[in-house]
């Protein structure tokens, strides 16, 4: 248990790194070596290598549901390539049918996400009509390595703010855990959907962004997650727990459902109680942590165990970081994001527990902020 002393420390403001470090200081400060440099290019290349061998073997599988004989390879390839694409033009169109189809219906909520797919594919499209479908399909994996490589550097940045450590060491090392867990929560289910790699990268930016006080850059990247996905509704949480009792620190709690509401206004001036009770509806037909039971045995046990895999080093990094200066803030962060994840997530998917990196990483960066491992702090 934790003495009154050291939780009342821990609900302290997050003491940071000043001068040096982050994008308002020197970058060649902030990685302080070549070998970081490094890290950081063979990082892009292995996320640039990884999504586009994913892209190839999703159209490979399209080439070999078309394959009828009638076509040459290249033809069968081109036909995949423009089938891969229409796929993804239909679902963007069904985001944009701004009115009830049906019943309640919890899939529903994916037409909150219609502002940053609708601008999206209009790139995609531009792109197709005037460069080709090869370029487009170079765009769309491009679009997802910079967001999770932008994610990784947000990461790092929030980890050397907190810890004043930026050795090639340290860096090194904070990728290879960060690659990890991506690789563990990516290949469980095989899928890759960019919603939570753009809202992954959001909650890193938050982070850094509130560990600064930046307030209008921290509403740039809350107007970005509101437009990509539901959940953006509640992201001021983020810069209200770390900032708690500053100067405006209730501002983009506030202005987090107000961007939500007014992006998605056409849905909820006409239509208002339906799409509460469709954001508020648990889909049946997934099951969460909170209704495992609803699986067959042998699945809610091997769920579970992957749970496992994730939450048992977060409560070991919470658990070491903890009676720090503002480890608490950062563990309530923790808390909220994981209680979304297990009520609101079905319990085999793994990939949204990706959002959770950020975060405890820099808790993470409290637990050796005071350990001589990984030495060289930023001078």
């Not at 997050?14 to 990685?31: E, Q």
């Not at 046990?301 to 496992?308: C, D, G, L, P, W």
């Not at 209680?339 to 085999?348: A, D, M, Q, T």
Request: glycine share 6%.
């Amino acid at each position: 248990m934790l003495g009154s002393d050291r939780l009342r420390r821990s609900f302290e403001p997050i003491p940071t790194v000043v001068g040096g470090t982050g994008l308002g200081g020197d970058i060649r400060l902030t990685f302080a070596s070549k070998m970081s440099y490094l890290v950081l290019l063979v990082s892009f290349l292995a996320i640039f290598i990884a999504f586009f061998n994913s892209n190839a073997r999703t159209i490979d599988v399209l080439a070999a549901s078309l394959q009828n004989g009638s076509y040459s390879d290249s033809e069968i390839i081109d036909l995949a390539r423009q089938k891969h694409f229409d796929d993804f033009f239909g679902t963007v169109a069904s985001l944009n049918i701004r009115h009830p189809e049906g019943p309640v219906n919890a899939d529903e909520r994916h037409k909150m996400r219609w502002l940053y797919k609708t601008v999206e594919a209009s790139v995609y499209r531009y792109a197709a009509d005037h460069l080709g479908t090869k370029t487009a399909h170079l765009l769309r994996v491009l679009h997802s390595t910079a967001y999770l490589m932008l994610t990784l550097v947000m990461t790092l940045l929030i980890m050397i703010r907190i810890s004043g450590r930026n050795s090639g060491n340290f860096v090194a090392v904070a990728a290879a855990v960060f690659f990890a867990w991506f690789t563990f929560t990516n290949i469980i289910n095989y899928a890759r959907e960019e919603w939570t790699f753009i809202e992954t990268f959001c909650i890193a930016a938050g982070i850094y962004f509130s560990l600064d006080r930046r307030l209008v850059h921290f509403l740039i990247i809350l107007l970005l997650a509101v437009s990509n996905r539901e959940t953006g509704a509640g992201f001021g949480v983020i810069y209200f727990i770390i900032n708690w009792r500053t100067p405006w620190f209730w501002l983009p709690l506030i202005a987090s459902p107000v961007l939500f509401l007014a992006v998605n206004a056409d849905l909820f001036s006409q239509y208002f109680w339906h799409y509460v009770q469709v954001l508020l509806m648990r889909d049946p037909i997934q099951p969460t942590a909170f209704d495992f039971w609803k699986y067959p045995l042998l699945v809610a046990i091997k769920s579970i165990m992957q749970i496992f895999v994730i939450a048992a080093p977060i409560f070991v990094t919470v658990h070491r970081a903890l009676g720090g200066p503002g480890s608490g803030r950062l563990a309530l962060i923790t808390a909220i994001y994981l209680l979304v994840l297990l009520k609101g997530v079905p319990i085999n998917n793994m990939f949204p527990y990706l959002l959770l990196l950020p975060v405890v990483f820099g808790l993470a960066a409290m637990a050796v902020r005071n350990s001589d491992d990984l030495d060289a702090k930023v001078a």
